[in-house]
């Protein structure tokens, strides 16, 4: 590091070996780091997968890489750290992925990640570690569409204007937390370019959206129901139209900002220029800590309902439509964990995205205490869990995937699981409520 504490080099033991044990007559004592260390050496950021780490790493020959925030080193993983999560068959999907020259092929790639999701669950890991292998080849796919279609703008004479932008996916995307059946939520984030560029830069990206939507939509990733795309003018603009659009959220918290916001906030950057993004959630922390009354809101609407589980500890299932007698592991439990630790986690400014990273640094900040941290945790993984393995099932019989399920066609373990699981998620509903609502309402 030098003064500033900036990285500016790093040595290895092979460079050690190379440069002083492996030339007789030298003096350690006389050798400096900078003598012996690489100068510039390529950084990943904490965001990155651990897959596409290791898929660069592999690339390039390198059996370790700094991990570097903001211009700050924060940490160092090595090819053996990696090696422990390695997924020989996701590897190969990624290197599938980037090598396909078509939306045919792409959605084939697709309807292969239920064997995929099966292979990893049989191996008994987590299932958030599973929806993050996952999430890596869905994240691989969308940018491989994105590639594609970019690629056809250009061969149909469309000029991209000449700014900085950034493509971002949002809501389990960009937590990383991923299943089976995903759809769409994604956006566009431009630098403040001057008002008069505004014709050219939508003669280029809107039509550019339109393709890109569908695409994704062909290659196995349904348009969001809910018009949360590209597609939509309200989901791209300038920084500054971000900020106004998340001021506006914060200052004036009605029920569909809030949702639109509980989706927004969980975003990540796909494509494109990174610092926009990084600098947007720095704006959002911002609007977060000026209207103090917005978390409040966010905490009333999120928190109305109840976990699905009543007197005795009895299931509160469906009473009518095509869910009748089932519950949904989403809407029930896990919806309500997502939520309650992003609304902490936006107080504390805590810049991770996956659920589980937020509860860490929560924890060590001792909003939480070690015991409820891993009651929350034991309880996400169950209805992680449960989900998959539900999903999977699902789409092995020719279904649509989905989060609901009959609590009575499982296991009497399972169920007591299940009953701990949202027990947990009660009790972290009431201490959001507690926290939030202290001196208001």
């Given at each position: 590091?030098?003064?500033?504490?900036?990285?500016?080099?790093?040595?290895t033991?092979?460079d050690?070996?190379?440069?002083?044990?492996?030339?007789?007559?030298?003096?350690?004592?006389?050798?400096?780091?900078?003598?012996?260390?690489?100068?510039?050496?390529?950084?990943?950021?904490?965001q990155?997968?651990?897959?596409?780490a290791?898929?660069?790493?592999?690339?390039?020959?390198?059996?370790?890489?700094?991990?570097?925030?903001?211009?700050?080193v924060?940490?160092?993983?090595?090819m053996?750290?990696?090696?422990?999560?390695?997924?020989?068959?996701?590897?190969?999907?990624?290197?599938?992925?980037?090598?396909?020259?078509?939306?045919?092929?792409?959605?084939?790639?697709?309807?292969?990640?239920?064997?995929?999701?099966?292979?990893?669950?049989?191996?008994?890991?987590?299932?958030?570690?599973v929806?993050?292998?996952?999430?890596?080849?869905?994240?691989?796919?969308?940018k491989?569409?994105?590639?594609?279609?970019?690629?056809?703008?250009?061969?149909?004479?469309?000029?991209?204007?000449?700014?900085?932008?950034?493509f971002?996916?949002m809501?389990?995307?960009?937590r990383?937390?991923?299943?089976?059946?995903?759809?769409?939520?994604?956006?566009?984030?431009?630098?403040?370019?001057?008002?008069?560029?505004?014709?050219?830069?939508?003669?280029?990206?809107?039509?550019?959206?339109?393709?890109?939507?569908?695409?994704?939509?062909?290659?196995?990733?349904?348009?969001?129901?809910?018009?949360?795309?590209?597609?939509?003018?309200?989901?791209?603009?300038?920084?500054?139209?971000?900020?106004?659009?998340?001021?506006?959220?914060?200052?004036n918290?009605?029920?569909?900002?809030?949702?639109?916001?509980?989706?927004?906030?969980?975003f990540?950057?796909?494509?494109?220029?990174?610092?926009?993004?990084?600098?947007?959630?720095?704006?959002?922390?911002?609007a977060?800590?000026?209207?103090?009354?917005?978390?409040?809101?966010?905490?009333k609407?999120?928190?109305t309902?109840k976990?699905?589980?009543?007197?005795?500890?009895?299931?509160?299932?469906?009473k009518?439509?095509?869910?009748?007698?089932?519950?949904?592991?989403?809407?029930?439990?896990?919806?309500?964990?997502?939520?309650?630790?992003?609304?902490?986690?936006?107080?504390?400014?805590?810049?991770?995205?996956?659920?589980?990273?937020?509860?860490?640094?929560?924890?060590e900040?001792?909003?939480?205490?070690?015991?409820?941290?891993?009651?929350?945790?034991?309880a996400?993984?169950?209805?992680?869990?449960l989900?998959?393995?539900?999903?999977?099932?699902?789409?092995?019989?020719?279904?649509?995937?989905?989060?609901?399920?009959?609590?009575?066609?499982?296991?009497?373990s399972?169920?007591?699981?299940?009953?701990?699981?949202?027990?947990?998620?009660?009790?972290?509903?009431s201490?959001?409520?507690?926290?939030?609502?202290?001196?208001?309402?």
């Amino acid at each position: 590091l030098d003064d500033n504490k900036k990285m500016v080099g790093i040595v290895t033991c092979k460079d050690i070996i190379a440069k002083v044990v492996a030339i007789e007559g030298t003096d350690p004592g006389k050798i400096t780091a900078e003598q012996l260390m690489n100068h510039n050496p390529p950084t990943m950021t904490p965001q990155t997968f651990m897959y596409e780490a290791m898929a660069y790493m592999v690339g390039h020959h390198l059996k370790h890489l700094p991990i570097v925030d903001d211009d700050e080193v924060v940490g160092l993983i090595s090819m053996s750290d990696l090696m422990r999560y390695r997924s020989q068959k996701a590897m190969l999907m990624i290197g599938s992925i980037e090598e396909t020259k078509t939306l045919d092929g792409l959605a084939t790639i697709h309807s292969t990640l239920l064997r995929v999701a099966n292979t990893l669950l049989s191996e008994n890991r987590s299932a958030p570690e599973v929806m993050e292998i996952l999430s890596y080849i869905h994240h691989a796919i969308i940018k491989r569409t994105y590639t594609l279609c970019w690629q056809q703008m250009l061969d149909e004479n469309y000029i991209a204007p000449t700014i900085r932008h950034c493509f971002i996916i949002m809501g389990s995307g960009g937590r990383r937390e991923m299943q089976l059946g995903p759809d769409q939520d994604n956006g566009f984030i431009y630098e403040d370019f001057p008002d008069n560029m505004q014709g050219e830069v939508d003669a280029f990206f809107i039509p550019f959206a339109e393709k890109l939507t569908h695409a994704l939509d062909a290659v196995g990733y349904p348009l969001c129901e809910g018009d949360i795309m590209a597609s939509n003018e309200a989901w791209r603009g300038r920084s500054l139209d971000w900020r106004q659009r998340i001021e506006d959220w914060a200052s004036n918290p009605e029920p569909f900002k809030v949702r639109y916001s509980s989706i927004f906030f969980d975003f990540t950057p796909l494509v494109g220029d990174t610092s926009l993004a990084h600098k947007l959630q720095s704006d959002v922390f911002t609007a977060v800590r000026n209207y103090p009354g917005f978390l409040y809101n966010v905490m009333k609407l999120n928190l109305t309902h109840k976990v699905p589980i009543g007197l005795w500890n009895k299931f509160t299932l469906e009473k009518s439509g095509e869910n009748q007698g089932k519950l949904s592991l989403k809407k029930g439990g896990l919806v309500y964990i997502v939520d309650c630790l992003r609304m902490f986690a936006l107080e504390h400014e805590i810049r991770s995205l996956t659920t589980m990273e937020r509860l860490r640094h929560l924890t060590e900040e001792n909003v939480f205490s070690a015991e409820t941290a891993e009651h929350i945790r034991i309880a996400f993984e169950a209805l992680c869990f449960l989900r998959m393995r539900n999903e999977i099932n699902l789409l092995k019989n020719g279904q649509q995937p989905s989060s609901y399920i009959d609590p009575n066609t499982l296991s009497r373990s399972e169920q007591d699981l299940l009953v701990s699981a949202f027990q947990a998620v009660s009790k972290l509903q009431s201490a959001t409520r507690n926290h939030f609502g202290k001196g208001l309402g």
